[in-house]
């Protein structure tokens, strides 16, 4: 199953500055720990350096970005955002965690009250489940030639030893396809992301760059992008099309990039 869960707080006082994803990970370890020791370490290693989850950053809303800095406000509504693409946590989440959240909530010095979490859509937009299968038999009528990608945090990849702030469509699809096959009970052929960076070209973009700091130490900041990039499949085949657009809607659920677990990658399937 995969699922996004999104979680509502309430600040119980002005902090500065608003807690990253840093913190939100480190927070989200310890809650699958109680409930799981053994799934919270498998977790905390990853599987080839893939990790199945994702964390946003404490955000007032999760459909934008903005590169300057944010205070945290008493009083005021803040989500948090969390995603699995491993079947065993998010039956972990469903059944043992988003039901038995703790009354408050302090992350980097910030103190919350946690007014609920949900996986309905048509509670909040970014909330959902589905899985594989659902998001492939979605995509089974034909697709238009092109789809668009909306990235709600920054996002950067990892290339030759340095970040690159640029949503190439190989770059993009590379780790999708990592995340899928993961636990994918038919994965994807090896070739496929040779097939996909063939057929899919960038065709416009509305994107922002900014530096963003990733670490504890001063100065340690990750050039990365946000925005909208528009993509176009050249190739006729349809169930080419087919398989990209079921990765770009995997995107939701998956992240894009690197740092996913820290509040970067953010993403969405705008254009079906």
């Known amino acids: 199953m995969l699922i996004s869960a999104v979680v509502s707080l309430k ?29 919270a370490a498998y977790l905390h290693q990853g599987v080839d350096g893939v990790r199945p989850f994702t964390v946003s950053d404490v955000r007032w809303r999760l459909d934008g970005y903005s590169s300057k800095g944010l205070s945290i406000h008493g009083g005021r509504r803040y989500l948090v955002r969390i995603t699995s693409v491993m079947p065993e946590l998010s039956e972990v989440l469903e059944s043992k965690v988003l039901g038995n959240l703790p009354s408050r909530l302090e992350l980097a010095g910030a103190l919350f009250e946690v007014a609920g979490a949900t996986t309905n859509a048509t509670t909040h937009p970014w909330a959902g489940s589905s899985s594989r299968r659902d998001l492939w038999q979605k995509m089974k009528s034909p697709r238009p030639a092109h789809l668009s990608l909306q990235f709600t945090s920054p996002t950067t990849f990892r290339s030759r030893g340095v970040f690159v702030p640029l949503p190439w469509p190989r770059m993009v699809f590379n780790g999708l396809i990592k995340k899928w096959n993961l636990f994918a009970e038919a994965p994807f052929p090896r070739n496929v992301l040779q097939v996909i960076d063939d057929a899919l070209v960038i065709r416009g973009y509305h994107l922002q760059s900014t530096g963003v700091p990733l670490g504890r130490k001063a100065g340690t900041n990750v050039p990365a992008f946000w925005g909208r990039c528009d993509y176009a499949v050249v190739s006729r085949d349809e169930h080419l099309q ?25 993403c969405r399937l705008t254009s079906l």
Do not use: M, N, S
């Not at 087919?242 to 953010?266: C, D, H, K, N, S």
């Open 11 to 39: 600040a119980l006082k002005d902090a500065d500055p608003v807690p990253r994803g840093r913190a939100v990970h480190a927070w989200f370890l310890k809650l699958i720990e109680r409930h799981d020791p053994t799934l």
């Open 242 to 266: 087919r398989l990209v657009y079921a990765l770009a809607a995997f995107a939701f659920y998956a992240g894009v990039g690197r740092e996913t677990t820290r509040g970067f990658g953010q």
